[in-house]
């Protein structure tokens, strides 16, 4: 599997497409399902997300910290998972449910959980991108080699 990747996420009836990079740092994970979590930038979630979903999403971007404040119960699907990055730790992502996601048409991921970075950034020159889990290298190795043999 490459590093750089297609990927084709969806949510009910909305479909976005993304460059997917294979981050080997990223061995994020919710604590309470034990879904490995792929990193996507607003432009991904905000197509995905419903209406609902939305001024959550946007609030969160303008101040991350305010979502540790939140006083409503959030949108059906979206979640708060605990993190650490090298340079700090004990920080908060807000993190959506989508229903698949397509890796290159090779894989398949049920039900991942999508964290949405406070921060963009571009591969290719686009905005939409992902960072995806190491654990998807892995499983898409193995999908591939189930297809060979």
């Given at each position: 599997?490459?590093?750089?990747?297609?990927?084709?996420?969806?949510?009910?009836?909305?479909?976005?497409?993304?460059?997917?990079?294979?981050?080997?740092?990223?061995?994020?994970?919710?604590?309470?399902?034990?879904?490995?979590?792929?990193?996507?930038?607003?432009?991904?979630?905000?197509?995905?997300?419903?209406?609902?979903?939305?001024p959550v999403i946007d609030n969160y971007m303008n101040d991350p910290s305010s979502i540790c404040s939140y006083q409503k119960a959030f949108p059906?699907?979206?979640?708060l998972i605990p993190y650490n990055t090298i340079c700090s730790k004990g920080q908060m992502l807000l993190a959506m449910d989508a229903d698949y996601?397509?890796?290159?048409?090779?894989?398949?991921?049920?039900?991942?959980?999508?964290?949405?970075?406070?921060?963009?950034?571009?591969?290719?020159?686009?905005?939409?991108?992902?960072?995806?889990?190491?654990?998807?290298?892995?499983?898409?190795?193995?999908?591939?080699?189930?297809?060979?043999?």
């Amino acid at each position: 599997m490459n590093i750089l990747t297609n990927v084709l996420l969806g949510k009910k009836s909305r479909l976005t497409n993304a460059i997917g990079y294979i981050d080997t740092g990223n061995t994020l994970r919710c604590r309470l399902t034990g879904r490995h979590v792929a990193i996507a930038t607003y432009p991904v979630a905000a197509a995905l997300a419903t209406t609902e979903m939305l001024p959550v999403i946007d609030n969160y971007m303008n101040d991350p910290s305010s979502i540790c404040s939140y006083q409503k119960a959030f949108p059906k699907g979206l979640h708060l998972i605990p993190y650490n990055t090298i340079c700090s730790k004990g920080q908060m992502l807000l993190a959506m449910d989508a229903d698949y996601m397509f890796i290159d048409t090779k894989y398949i991921e049920k039900n991942p959980l999508i964290g949405i970075s406070p921060n963009t950034f571009t591969i290719l020159r686009t905005d939409k991108c992902i960072l995806l889990n190491k654990n998807y290298m892995k499983r898409g190795q193995r999908h591939v080699k189930h297809n060979k043999g």
